[in-house]
């Protein structure tokens, strides 16, 4: 079955600060997707990255990075130099190529970033 | 080259009523999900239809909700005699197959009072 486990439910930064928000997924499936999403306080959902299961190399987008750890089940999202209009929830999801075609999203971290 | 639409985006209904979400895909893009977020929930896949054909509805409540997406027009989400437990953002994505990046819509508030 497949799962995704967001453990952080809040975390509060400083801005300026670097934060990480982990995210765990179980799957049976070799080959799947994995997802990163942003709903700001304004409620849409803003796609942010997206990662099949053959890439490990970690990724950078500016202040974002995302460390895919394979033999950890891991996806995890880095903020760096966290400004406050990172405050958001972030969602992790995974989509398994073979399981059909929805997605199963984590719980999601909701990242405060204070002034 | 417009997003996925999503109207309403706030709608209240009484107890009892109908409600109808609808969602237009993005330009090209055959497939769309729909997905419910309870508040203080994350989001739960619901339905995922391409154009006339549900494909996998493992999501929906066996009563009370169905879901079409018809061969010309927006997928409609319709759920009747609404509850209080009703209330929720449903967000609608769309994407051109599978295991592609979804694009959302901005969600429809439901509120049920």
């Known amino acids: 079955a497949q799962k995704v486990t967001q453990a952080q439910t809040e975390i509060s930064v400083v801005e300026k600060e670097d934060v990480t928000l982990d995210c765990v997924y179980e799957t049976r499936d070799t080959t799947y997707y994995l997802f990163w999403y942003k709903q700001p306080p304004s409620g849409e959902l803003v796609f942010l990255i997206r990662r099949n299961s053959f890439d490990e190399q970690n990724e950078i987008s500016g202040r974002y990075s995302w460390n895919f750890q394979k033999s950890t089940s891991s996806f995890n999202f880095t903020i760096t130099a966290s400004q406050v209009v990172d405050s958001a929830v972030y969602f992790c999801a995974l989509s398994e190529s073979n399981y059909g075609q929805n997605f199963v999203f984590g719980p999601g971290t909701r990242l405060s970033v204070l002034p | 080259n417009a997003g996925v639409m999503q109207n309403p985006r706030h709608l209240v209904r009484r107890r009892g009523q109908e409600a109808r979400l609808r969602c237009s895909p993005m330009?090209?893009?055959?497939?769309v999900y729909w997905y419910r977020q309870l508040p203080e929930e994350g989001l739960k896949f619901m339905v995922y239809?391409?154009?006339?054909?549900?494909?996998?509805e493992s999501g929906m409540p066996k009563e009370r909700f169905s879901a079409e997406f018809p061969k010309e027009g927006p997928s409609i989400l319709r759920i009747q005699q609404v509850v209080r437990g009703d209330s929720a953002a449903y967000f609608c994505?769309?994407?051109?197959?599978?295991?592609?990046?979804?694009?959302f819509g901005s969600g429809t508030r439901l509120t049920v009072v």
């Open positions: 994505a769309s994407s051109l197959g599978q295991g592609r990046g979804y694009t």
């Open positions: 239809l391409q154009k006339e054909n549900i494909i996998d």
């Open positions: 330009k090209g893009h055959s497939h």
